[in-house]
């Protein structure tokens, strides 16, 4: 993009609510469920049928309010927003227009290795639309999804580039899978997002004409589609030519953004007090007792502090299944502890088609195993057979051991002694060290080990092959 223009973003998250039940009505909450089967007659609005808050839902608008620093609603009410669309088939959709659970908030992101904060105006509970299916001149209507519960999140326009968009996307959407809020999954539809795009001459504090591009579900879209629109609106300045407010939608074919209807500054949606649902009057105890988990920045300046790299982070913070388990590792040494995560547990279950949660070999059975390597008890190379015997078997980690004799036994012949036999039987080995030292110590360190069948301290021999070749 041309330079001389700044683009200035402002972005709206749907974030569908992983409830057992729908907003308004019992019906099924689940995105597996056979098309149009998990429909209520509330959620479709029969005459006579009475909505009914989901509790769990306030709840869980109330942990991301707290998690985004946001001032918390005591009263939660709701407002009727009234539209035609074929895939609202009430006439209206029930949502906070006048009283959002949580207001002016904030969130920190990561762009280029720098932390940047990011205002947010609002947070507000509603119901999720039919899901529309098009295929080719026809469009087909899934109602399972009218009346899941929603959150939108709605930040202030301070986004000012493609990289800073897609940050904020991806902590909002880490921060749903740490309060355990929502599945957060962009290719399923609980989480999708509308981006707001205008572009200013650098220097001026301008709110130009801006376009809204309607939901975006992956972040390769989020980042096209800035670039393309951004430099779309530039090249309209630049020729004198003008252009209207109005929704967009993000052809994934020829990447392009296409325009689906103009949109005035206000849509009149003559907003009122939903009527049959009363208002409800949170306590500070109420709003006190929601406890929210430990959030993504918080989680991921904890492992810095314990030394762990940023890809070990990253993967952490993108699978909160893997970070609780590491976290209920409670050995003598975490980095050690994720370093062993990863490099054995992680690779076990994906050599063997298993998740985190279908391993036999829990928190506790690792802890145990990593101190036992922490204090020279049992060497590291043993510790991938005993998870798969943990695995296959309800034995116990120290009847394992003991079985495969795996516990380190002092042994009479001095190490030296060893090093000094290997390197009489290979004289150029030596020199190996000066050229590729790992190689040599690795060759060293398994003839060392054949030797004593295993039952040398590794830790001990690579002390003493780094002390004499290093």
Sequence with gaps: MNNDWDIVIGIEIHLELNTRTKMFSPASNNYEDKVNESVSNIDLAYPGSLPLVNSQAIIKGIKLAKALNMSIDKL?????????????????????????????????????????????????????????????????????????????????????????????????????????????????????????????????????????????????????????????????????????????????????????????????????PEPNLPYIQLSDA????????????????????????????????????????LDKINSKDFKKSANIFFSDIVSYINQNNKTINELKFSPSDAQQVINYIIDSKINKSDFKLIIQLKDNSNKDIDEIIKEEDLFIKEISISLDDVIDEILKENPDLENEFSKNYQRASKFLLGQAMKKTMGKANAAELNKKISERFQ
Excluded: C
Aim: glycine share 4%; hydrophobic share 35%; net charge negative.
């Design 76 to 272: 939660v009410r709701f407002d009727r927003k009234n539209y035609f669309y074929p895939d609202l088939t009430k006439g209206f959709q029930i949502t906070q227009q006048f009283n959002p659970i949580g207001k002016e908030g904030k969130i920190k992101v990561k762009v280029d290795n720098e932390w940047k904060e990011i205002s947010i105006e609002r947070i507000h509970l509603e119901e999720d639309t039919a899901k529309s299916l098009h295929e080719g001149s026809e469009t087909f209507l899934n109602y399972n999804r009218a009346g899941v519960p929603l959150i939108e999140i709605v930040s202030r326009p301070v986004i000012h580039s493609a990289k800073e968009a897609i940050a904020y996307v991806e902590a909002i959407r880490q921060t749903a899978l740490a309060l355990n809020i929502s599945d957060a999954k962009m290719n399923e539809g609980s989480l999708r997002t509308d981006v707001n795009i205008s572009v200013r001459k650098k220097g001026t504090n301008d709110l130009n004409t801006r376009v809204e591009i309607k939901n975006l579900n992956s972040f390769s879209n989020i980042e096209k589609a800035i670039e393309y629109e951004a430099n779309y609106q530039v090249n309209k300045y630049l020729n004198n030519e003008s252009f209207v407010q109005e929704t967009k939608r993000f052809d994934e074919q020829k990447n392009i953004t296409v325009s689906m209807r103009s949109k005035s500054d206000a849509i009149d949606y003559k907003y009122f």
């Design 286 to 325: 109420d709003i006190e007792a929601v406890e929210i988990e430990e959030i993504p920045y918080d989680k991921e300046m904890r492992y810095i502090s314990h030394g762990l790299n940023q890809v070990q982070i990253s993967q952490l913070l993108n699978n909160f299944e893997y970070a609780n388990y």
